[in-house]
């Protein structure tokens, strides 16, 4: 079980959250100007990285706070906790 | 010959304290301090249970919990515990056990008959004899000849709980290496958690054999101060079920045995939810036995489980043993043994040459020790009365210069596996050592460290400076955080002791079976074969044969069995490899894993603001949607149906109150509250005047329709927003991340306050006269008040929010109060209707009665498919200026198909008939055909006299007046397309 350090309230069991998907995914818009490809591309396609991923996680049981981490798909190692509103972090990004 | 007490001896027991306790409905007697399994050695008991598949009779292997035969029931009724070991169960006054596979009695197992066909029940007998005429015709009697315990029939009487606890580092083994560590990394003072299975911390340090008396004595020392060390938490009898990620682990420590005395007070068992920060493992090691013809009798036992029941318990497990291994360590054991009183006459050894001053010892203690020789059979059935011993040689076995030695005890030792489960549970890598043969741990995954017998060190001293060596590092990285640093695997030293890399011995003839998996009868020739049939993958292997697949997970059997793969595929063992460690190391009861959350706490329901008003009245209260809500109000002796049919005519005719608090309500306010409305909800919200209320359909993003409700403008900034009763937290909880996550430029906040705010609905013709009766201070009236508007004033003396909706197509009021005010606005409402004979209504009237009005119900008339537009809803997609949720995806080509499912009306030929919910629409495609949609909601209508349904039919809408066959479970009924509304659909009942 992953122990996440949630921004507002610190250090927390996994069960406290639940993981949002993937992050830093731009929702495609004005609806008529998006093609068919691209609006299935936001709303199917993922990375599903082997290695690092970055993820959105909510606090659900707790402050409800939407965060951004870096996590190793592998390893579970959780390499950043970052603003909803942050970009990826820089040595993360390959 | 069997086993008895020794004269003296025996550190665990108290001899001044017998202990009277039955196994399998004989009575027998211990010591306070013994275990079952030692107690029913010390009694003379040869055989506690039958194997698995052959049923053949079987002793105690070993002391711990690697033991793979001695699996007891223990208790009776509810407190009876299935396929618990022997060896773990302390004794305790009236122990009742029995053995659990044998039938009628362990002396006597009819099941036994199986061992006679053992040659025809080789590895994979279920895939290669089962096929005719089919798995189903076999299957119980399998599972009758197969099984283990029984489950207790009655509801578990005891309690469990579960406790969190956070340490700096976790100490996994009260052995010598746990208690050095623990030791160490108490005193550099941090917070330290130590846990051990047993009763008394000391690990093998109690009863195994070390020639350094200093270190012995300095390693007992610790103990005393580990116990007593304020930064140590010790749990006892706790064992580590599994190590998780981030270093969490869990652990379950058996407080009482679930029939002992006192049990039901305490808990039974606690399980431990453990987060460190850094663990050292000293799990210590597991003495492996050696694979040879009939090497699982009775009276076959690990060498080091003789020495431990020798020295905790004065117990000898026989008169005369004959030692086999091929290891020096055995060879102390069987000294050891010997200065306790047993007569060790021989000992077998595989290895050749010189072997260092072990065999010399041993000759000058008169044992006659036969170097590159093995026991090649054990003769005796339900214990051993001799063996026959041979030449080692790997090929052939010459039957006839077989050496015959009576004893009734055989030692085995194979050498030693070090127990790296935790450790590769954790995410750690596990390699084969050569001079260990044995496999040890590797590169770490986690803040992991392993010291003493878990990590290949066995002498004394070496777990000490482990143990040391390991908290010593994990303080130092707490201190740092420091890089974990990944252990050198070349660095390793060599084992001092070379060990033997002979595990088993040649079979003497060729019906003989020599066994790897006790527990699940898996013996070498099972292996061969499998070898043969070319299972190569060890994870293969493991299914196909069921090697270390039973409770024990294989403990003493699974390098055994890595070991014979590796020779019948001409491979070393590391290239075999190790099948997957998962957790829990050890079996744990579901009473443990559930702890408090069982019965009414597994699934707390939540009560309404009413709940004992409701109760008062007489309701039938269901779960819906985690709420115990009234279904309907029975009068004495009415059925469910004639309460229902009442209910919705009292409200139809008169007037009825509707106990809706669990309806969603979400408080949406901030300066862009219309904004985030318009792109929340299908049609638009920032037109709403204030003081009006609106219907709006809320969709995902894949346009999915997922929620309705009646939404009010409080304010310009202000909004309420209703949700389906079940669907408030989800709401609420996705309005949040579209905030938080995607709209984060928007100034809303959103709250859910479904439960600040009991909801009543007060409906029917008389619906005004009740209520004018009580909010005095508001005007009610068809010309000032609106359909789709609200006001605010008082009822019975409670601020209310009273909103002129209707779910049920009656002129209806829908009182808001605050939840603490609920008692009080319902039972005033009750009688202020008791003139116009108000009925309370139930959930089910409600439905029928929105279903008469062609309401949908979202989850039960739209499914995961259904679109906006399926339900009438197009407008909006059409109309609305701005994007909103879901909306690219209903401009989708296959969401403008005009033969998608629509929501329409169903009215059976036959009034009387009440289309089941579920039935297909059939249509015909060309010869065949296929389902053209189905039936979402149906009941008998009161109102009508007749039955109706609301369905999803293809292409529906432009159907209308079509008749339709709908087909349910080889029945099929005539029914007509018609509009959803079946009652008052101009609403002139709404609005009156």
């Given at each position: 079980?992953?122990?996440?350090?949630?921004?507002?309230?610190g250090?927390?069991?996994?069960?406290?959250?639940?993981?949002?998907?993937?992050?830093?995914?731009a929702?495609?818009?004005?609806?008529?100007?998006v093609?068919?490809?691209?609006?299935?591309?936001?709303l199917?396609?993922?990375?599903?990285?082997?290695?690092?991923?970055?993820?959105?996680?909510?606090?659900?049981?707790?402050?409800g706070?939407?965060f951004?981490?870096?996590?190793?798909?592998?390893t579970?190692?959780?390499?950043?906790?970052?603003?909803?509103?942050d970009?990826?972090?820089?040595?993360?990004?390959? | 010959?069997s086993?008895f007490?020794?004269?003296?001896g025996?550190?665990?027991?108290?001899?001044e304290r017998?202990?009277?306790?039955s196994?399998?409905?004989?009575a027998?007697?211990?010591y306070?301090?013994?275990?079952l399994?030692?107690?029913?050695?010390?009694?003379?008991?040869d055989?506690?249970g039958?194997?698995f598949?052959y049923?053949?009779p079987?002793g105690l292997?070993?002391?711990?919990?690697e033991?793979?035969?001695?699996i007891?029931?223990?208790?009776?009724?509810?407190?009876?515990?299935?396929?618990?070991?022997?060896?773990?169960i302390?004794?305790?006054?009236?122990?009742?056990a029995?053995?659990?596979?044998a039938?009628?009695s362990?002396?006597?197992?009819?099941?036994?008959?199986?061992?006679?066909?053992?040659?025809?029940l080789p590895a994979?007998?279920y895939?290669?004899?089962?096929f005719?005429?089919?798995?189903?015709?076999?299957e119980?009697?399998?599972?009758?000849?197969?099984?283990?315990?029984?489950a207790?029939?009655?509801?578990?009487a005891?309690?469990?709980d579960?406790?969190h606890?956070?340490?700096?580092?976790?100490v996994?083994?009260?052995?010598?290496?746990?208690?050095?560590?623990?030791?160490t990394?108490a005193?550099a003072?941090v917070?330290?958690v130590?846990?051990?299975?047993r009763?008394?911390?000391?690990?093998?340090?109690?009863w195994?054999?070390?020639?350094?008396?200093?270190?012995?004595?300095?390693?007992?020392?610790?103990?005393?101060?580990?116990?007593?060390?304020?930064?140590?938490?010790v749990?006892?009898?706790?064992?580590?079920?599994?190590?998780?990620?981030h270093?969490?682990l869990?652990?379950c420590?058996r407080i009482?045995?679930?029939?002992?005395?006192?049990?039901?007070a305490?808990?039974?068992?606690?399980?431990?939810?453990l987060?460190?920060?850094?663990?050292?493992?000293?799990?210590?090691?597991?003495?492996?036995?050696?694979?040879?013809?009939n090497n699982?009798?009775?009276?076959?036992?690990l060498?080091?489980?003789v020495?431990e029941?020798a020295?905790?318990y004065?117990?000898?497990?026989?008169?005369r043993?004959?030692?086999f291994?091929n290891n020096?360590?055995?060879?102390?054991?069987?000294?050891?043994?010997?200065?306790a009183?047993?007569?060790?006459?021989?000992?077998?050894d595989?290895?050749?040459?010189?072997?260092?001053?072990?065999?010399?010892?041993?000759?000058?203690?008169?044992?006659?020790?036969?170097q590159?020789?093995?026991i090649?059979?054990?003769?005796?059935?339900a214990?051993?009365?001799?063996?026959?011993?041979?030449?080692?040689?790997?090929?052939?076995?010459d039957?006839?210069?077989?050496?015959?030695?009576?004893?009734?005890?055989?030692?085995?030792?194979?050498?030693?596996?070090p127990?790296?489960?935790?450790?590769?549970?954790?995410?750690?890598?596990?390699?084969?050592?050569d001079?260990?043969q044995?496999?040890?741990p590797?590169?770490?995954?986690?803040a992991?460290?392993s010291?003493?017998?878990?990590?290949g060190?066995?002498d004394l001293?070496?777990?000490?400076?482990?143990?040391t060596?390991?908290?010593?590092?994990?303080?130092?990285?707490?201190?740092?955080?420091?890089?974990?640093?990944?252990r050198?695997v070349?660095?390793?030293?060599?084992?001092?002791?070379a060990?033997?890399?002979?595990f088993?011995?040649?079979l003497?003839?060729?019906s003989?079976?020599?066994?790897?998996?006790?527990?699940n009868?898996?013996?070498?020739?099972?292996?061969?074969?499998a070898?043969?049939?070319?299972?190569?993958s060890?994870e293969?292997?493991?299914?196909y044969?069921?090697?270390?697949m039973?409770?024990d997970?294989?403990?003493?059997?699974n390098?055994?069995g890595?070991?014979?793969m590796?020779?019948?595929?001409?491979?070393?063992?590391?290239?075999?490899g190790?099948?997957?460690?998962?957790?829990?190391?050890?079996?744990?009861?579901?009473?443990?894993?559930?702890?408090?959350?069982r019965?009414?706490?597994?699934?707390p329901?939540?009560?309404?603001?009413?709940h004992?008003d409701?109760?008062?009245?007489?309701a039938?209260?269901?779960?819906w949607g985690?709420?115990?809500?009234p279904?309907?109000?029975?009068?004495?002796?009415?059925?469910?149906?004639?309460?229902?049919?009442?209910?919705?005519?009292?409200t139809?005719?008169?007037?009825?109150?509707f106990e809706?608090?669990?309806l969603?309500?979400i408080?949406?306010?901030?300066?862009?509250?219309?904004v985030?409305?318009?792109?929340?909800?299908?049609?638009t919200a920032?037109?709403?005047?204030?003081?009006?209320?609106?219907?709006?359909?809320?969709?995902?993003?894949h346009?999915?329709?997922?929620d309705d409700?009646?939404?009010?403008?409080?304010a310009?900034?202000?909004?309420l927003c209703?949700?389906?009763?079940?669907?408030?937290d989800?709401?609420?909880?996705?309005?949040?991340?579209?905030?938080?996550?995607?709209?984060?430029?928007?100034?809303?906040?959103?709250?859910?306050?479904?439960?600040c705010?009991?909801?009543?609905?007060?409906?029917?013709?008389?619906?005004?006269?009740v209520?004018g009766k009580?909010?005095?201070d508001v005007?009610?009236?068809?010309?000032?008040?609106?359909?789709?508007?609200?006001?605010?004033?008082?009822v019975?003396?409670?601020s209310?929010?009273?909103?002129?909706?209707s779910?049920t197509?009656?002129?209806a009021?829908?009182?808001s109060?605050?939840?603490?005010?609920a008692?009080a606005?319902?039972?005033a409402l009750m009688?202020?209707?008791g003139e116009f004979?108000?009925?309370?209504y139930?959930?089910?009237?409600?439905?029928?009665?929105?279903?008469?009005?062609?309401?949908?119900?979202?989850?039960?008339d739209?499914d995961?498919?259904?679109?906006?537009?399926?339900?009438?809803?197009?407008?909006?997609?059409?109309?609305k200026?701005?994007?909103?949720?879901?909306?690219?995806?209903?401009?989708r080509?296959?969401a403008r198909?005009?033969d998608?499912?629509?929501?329409?009306g169903?009215?059976?030929?036959?009034?009387?008939?009440?289309?089941p919910v579920?039935a297909h629409?059939?249509d015909?495609?060309?010869?065949?055909?296929?389902s053209g949609?189905?039936?979402?909601?149906s009941y008998?209508?009161?109102?009508l006299?007749?039955g109706i349904a609301?369905?999803?039919?293809?292409?529906g809408?432009?159907?209308?007046g079509?008749?339709v066959?709908?087909?349910?479970?080889?029945?099929?009924?005539a029914a007509e397309?018609?509009?959803?509304?079946?009652?008052?659909?101009?609403?002139?009942?709404?609005?009156?």
């Amino acid at each position: 079980m992953l122990s996440i350090v949630c921004p507002f309230c610190g250090p927390r069991d996994e069960t406290e959250f639940r993981c949002g998907g993937e992050s830093h995914i731009a929702r495609p818009g004005p609806p008529d100007a998006v093609t068919d490809e691209a609006w299935a591309d936001y709303l199917f396609y993922r990375d599903n990285t082997k290695g690092v991923q970055f993820e959105r996680w909510v606090h659900a049981y707790g402050c409800g706070l939407w965060f951004n981490v870096a996590r190793n798909s592998v390893t579970h190692e959780i390499l950043a906790v970052y603003e909803m509103t942050d970009p990826k972090p820089h040595g993360l990004v390959e | 010959m069997s086993g008895f007490r020794l004269a003296e001896g025996g550190d665990a027991i108290e001899r001044e304290r017998p202990v009277a306790f039955s196994f399998n409905g004989r009575a027998y007697s211990g010591y306070e301090g013994d275990t079952l399994a030692s107690a029913l050695i010390a009694s003379g008991v040869d055989i506690v249970g039958r194997s698995f598949k052959y049923h053949r009779p079987r002793g105690l292997l070993a002391a711990g919990n690697e033991e793979p035969n001695g699996i007891v029931q223990l208790g009776d009724g509810a407190r009876s515990t299935p396929n618990l070991k022997a060896t773990t169960i302390p004794l305790y006054e009236g122990l009742a056990a029995s053995s659990v596979n044998a039938w009628p009695s362990v002396d006597v197992d009819f099941g036994a008959v199986n061992n006679a066909l053992k040659r025809f029940l080789p590895a994979g007998f279920y895939y290669k004899t089962f096929f005719w005429p089919g798995w189903e015709a076999f299957e119980p009697f399998i599972r009758r000849a197969a099984g283990l315990g029984r489950a207790p029939h009655e509801p578990d009487a005891d309690v469990y709980d579960h406790q969190h606890a956070h340490c700096d580092v976790l100490v996994v083994g009260g052995g010598p290496a746990g208690l050095a560590a623990a030791v160490t990394a108490a005193d550099a003072g941090v917070d330290v958690v130590l846990t051990d299975d047993r009763a008394t911390l000391g690990g093998a340090l109690l009863w195994d054999t070390d020639e350094n008396p200093e270190a012995r004595a300095q390693a007992a020392a610790l103990a005393t101060r580990a116990v007593a060390h304020d930064r140590i938490r010790v749990l006892k009898r706790a064992t580590v079920l599994g190590h998780y990620d981030h270093n969490f682990l869990a652990a379950c420590e058996r407080i009482k045995p679930s029939a002992s005395p006192g049990a039901g007070a305490a808990p039974a068992e606690r399980l431990w939810r453990l987060r460190a920060r850094e663990v050292v493992l000293a799990t210590g090691a597991i003495e492996r036995p050696m694979a040879f013809a009939n090497n699982d009798r009775p009276g076959v036992m690990l060498a080091s489980a003789v020495l431990e029941y020798a020295r905790r318990y004065g117990v000898a497990c026989g008169r005369r043993a004959v030692v086999f291994a091929n290891n020096d360590h055995a060879y102390r054991t069987a000294f050891a043994l010997m200065d306790a009183g047993l007569e060790v006459a021989t000992i077998v050894d595989p290895r050749e040459g010189d072997i260092g001053g072990v065999a010399a010892a041993a000759s000058a203690r008169g044992v006659d020790v036969r170097q590159g020789s093995v026991i090649s059979n054990v003769i005796g059935r339900a214990r051993v009365r001799g063996v026959e011993v041979g030449r080692f040689d790997a090929t052939a076995t010459d039957e006839k210069a077989l050496q015959r030695i009576d004893c009734d005890l055989a030692l085995v030792s194979a050498g030693w596996s070090p127990r790296v489960h935790l450790f590769a549970q954790s995410g750690g890598r596990v390699a084969f050592d050569d001079s260990r043969q044995a496999f040890v741990p590797d590169a770490p995954a986690q803040a992991v460290r392993s010291a003493g017998g878990c990590n290949g060190a066995y002498d004394l001293l070496s777990c000490l400076s482990e143990g040391t060596a390991a908290a010593e590092a994990a303080c130092a990285r707490l201190r740092d955080s420091g890089a974990l640093a990944h252990r050198d695997v070349a660095g390793r030293a060599p084992s001092a002791e070379a060990q033997s890399p002979i595990f088993r011995a040649p079979l003497p003839h060729a019906s003989a079976k020599a066994w790897v998996d006790f527990q699940n009868d898996v013996t070498t020739s099972d292996i061969d074969l499998a070898a043969r049939e070319n299972y190569r993958s060890v994870e293969h292997l493991k299914r196909y044969t069921t090697l270390g697949m039973a409770t024990d997970q294989g403990k003493t059997s699974n390098v055994n069995g890595f070991a014979v793969m590796a020779a019948s595929c001409g491979v070393s063992i590391g290239e075999v490899g190790t099948t997957k460690f998962r957790p829990p190391y050890e079996p744990v009861t579901l009473g443990a894993l559930a702890g408090r959350r069982r019965d009414a706490a597994y699934h707390p329901i939540r009560h309404l603001p009413t709940h004992d008003d409701q109760a008062a009245l007489g309701a039938t209260f269901e779960d819906w949607g985690g709420w115990a809500r009234p279904t309907c109000y029975p009068n004495e002796g009415e059925s469910r149906a004639a309460a229902i049919n009442r209910e919705i005519l009292a409200t139809r005719g008169r007037v009825g109150l509707f106990e809706a608090s669990p309806l969603g309500k979400i408080d949406v306010r901030g300066k862009d509250a219309a904004v985030f409305l318009d792109r929340v909800f299908v049609n638009t919200a920032s037109t709403l005047k204030i003081g009006r209320a609106r219907y709006g359909v809320m969709a995902n993003e894949h346009g999915v329709v997922v929620d309705d409700g009646v939404f009010f403008r409080l304010a310009e900034d202000h909004f309420l927003c209703s949700t389906t009763s079940g669907g408030a937290d989800r709401m609420a909880a996705s309005m949040e991340e579209w905030l938080q996550c995607e709209w984060t430029d928007l100034d809303v906040f959103v709250t859910n306050v479904t439960t600040c705010w009991a909801t009543f609905a007060l409906a029917g013709p008389l619906s005004r006269d009740v209520l004018g009766k009580l909010a005095r201070d508001v005007d009610l009236s068809r010309q000032a008040f609106h359909h789709m508007s609200f006001t605010e004033g008082r009822v019975a003396d409670a601020s209310a929010r009273i909103a002129r909706v209707s779910f049920t197509g009656e002129l209806a009021f829908e009182i808001s109060v605050p939840a603490r005010s609920a008692g009080a606005v319902w039972r005033a409402l009750m009688e202020a209707g008791g003139e116009f004979d108000i009925a309370p209504y139930g959930i089910e009237a409600n439905l029928v009665m929105r279903a008469e009005k062609g309401f949908i119900h979202v989850g039960a008339d739209t499914d995961g498919l259904t679109l906006p537009q399926d339900i009438g809803f197009e407008r909006p997609i059409k109309t609305k200026k701005s994007d909103f949720i879901g909306r690219r995806s209903m401009m989708r080509l296959d969401a403008r198909r005009n033969d998608r499912l629509h929501f329409v009306g169903l009215k059976a030929a036959d009034n009387a008939t009440v289309l089941p919910v579920g039935a297909h629409i059939v249509d015909a495609d060309g010869n065949g055909r296929r389902s053209g949609g189905y039936v979402s909601s149906s009941y008998w209508s009161p109102t009508l006299q007749c039955g109706i349904a609301l369905a999803r039919v293809r292409a529906g809408r432009a159907r209308t007046g079509e008749t339709v066959a709908v087909f349910d479970d080889g029945r099929t009924f005539a029914a007509e397309i018609v509009s959803p509304c079946f009652l008052d659909p101009d609403g002139e009942r709404l609005d009156r």
